[in-house]
């Protein structure tokens, strides 16, 4: 494991650092020494500096020791550390990619994707949404050619695509499903679905960029407004209504939809939590969110209090996160109200909306929602944030 490199001075009074380039790595950087100057004379900045380019430079000799890896991609990484690491001009170099395909790069993608550090889940949906964009676009597309007026079309026909929770789209081939004509409005992909695969597109066109695929990023404008419209909470006399059915559904799913509806989580936290007790106070301790700040505990609500971990437990080995926000749709929802644009996810609409109309702090709403951590109301309290017995208060509002 190489030190962190000393900090030098020139003569001119500028700090620099300089350490020597491994035998792996020589064949790319064809110099002994990689140096870097700071005009900047912060200690702080240069000691983050320098660590960061360290952590850069040894995750390129990692990579460089790979057999699997392609060596023109690592010259594609070596690049882009000289430019955006050592932020230094590469001039006169023409890209050696010019006639490549779409799906060249996406095996390029995928041999540098393979190898981060990110969730399986994560991996998993990014390759469904690009092997989907590539029958969209067509493989043999060259790369370079790919336009916004392109992209926005691809958009386009996602947003006209069936939802793999429907059991007539569920099983289809990938050829097949994207064959499909005139999906009815209420049968197609969400505005969440959508802006996911989205995100996707663009992350792979960032990395074409990056390692010097293509030379502008046609992504960069590509993005999607979610009709606020289509967002909308259940009423009080809804929600009453709800319950009622919920408290009568034949099995212990009812448990999760009341943990809802006397919470707010998402329904993937629902499954990624689990009952525990601090104080007297029992909570629903999230471990797992599509935020940072989603990781959070919740004081269960006196009206379920009966919930027992064995209950709770058992209740989410009947079905998944995905199936259970169908149930509800198909099942229960239908027996309240018509409204399509009213779903699973409506009642989480439904509690920010009825917490926000209590004397509850914006902040405290926030902590309860998991919503962004970083609200500058948040600043004012203490660093532990609010306590179990201070959430549970505003919990009983529901």
Not at 192 to 217: A, D, E, M, P, Q
Not at 277 to 301: A, V
Not at 317 to 344: C, E, P
């Amino acid at each position: 494991m190489k030190k962190l490199p000393k900090i030098r001075i020139k003569s001119n009074g500028t700090f620099y650092i300089k350490f020597r380039v491994g035998t792996i790595l020589y064949p790319y950087f064809k110099k002994e020494f990689i140096t870097k100057s700071f005009s900047k004379k912060s200690n702080h900045f240069i000691n983050l500096e320098r660590a960061l380019i360290l952590k850069k430079y040894l995750e390129l000799e990692e990579l460089a020791k790979n057999s699997l890896i392609d060596k023109k991609y690592i010259e594609h990484l070596v690049v882009d550390f000289k430019i955006n690491i050592l932020n230094q001009k590469i001039e006169n170099k023409n890209l050696d990619n010019c006639n490549i395909t779409i799906f060249n790069a996406y095996e390029k993608f995928k041999r540098f994707y393979n190898l981060e550090q990110i969730k399986e889940s994560t991996r998993k949906q990014t390759y469904v949404t690009l092997d989907l964009f590539i029958e969209l676009i067509g493989k043999n597309r060259l790369i370079e050619e790919i336009e916004l007026y392109d992209l926005i079309g691809i958009k386009s026909k996602l947003e006209k695509l069936g939802n793999r929770n429907y059991k007539e789209y569920k099983h289809l081939s990938l050829k097949d499903y994207v064959k499909v004509k005139d999906v009815p409005i209420e049968k197609r992909i969400n505005d969440g679905s959508l802006k996911s695969h989205i995100k996707h597109i663009k992350k792979f066109f960032t990395f074409c960029v990056k390692n010097r695929i293509i030379k502008y990023n046609p992504s960069d404008n590509l993005t999607v407004k979610v009709d606020l419209d289509k967002k909308d909470a259940f009423t009080q006399d809804e929600i009453d209504k709800l319950i009622t059915i919920i408290n009568e559904y034949p099995n212990e799913l009812k448990y999760l939809f009341l943990i809802i509806i006397y919470t707010g989580m998402r329904r993937n936290e629902v499954f990624n939590s689990t009952i525990k007790q601090f104080e007297g106070i029992r909570y629903f301790d999230i471990n797992e969110s599509k935020t940072k700040s989603g990781i959070r505990k919740i004081p269960i609500h006196s009206k379920i209090d009966f919930i027992s971990n064995y209950m709770f437990e058992g209740a989410k080995q009947i079905t998944n996160s995905v199936n259970f926000g169908a149930i509800f749709n198909k099942k229960i929802k239908t027996l309240v109200t018509t409204d399509k644009r009213k779903t699973l996810h409506s009642i989480r609409h439904y509690v920010a909306t009825k917490l926000k109309r209590t004397s509850a702090s914006d902040s405290m709403i926030k902590t309860i929602l998991g919503h962004s951590e970083n609200d500058t109301l948040n600043t004012i309290y203490a660093k532990e944030g609010y306590s179990l017995k201070q959430i549970k208060e505003v919990i009983e509002y529901l």
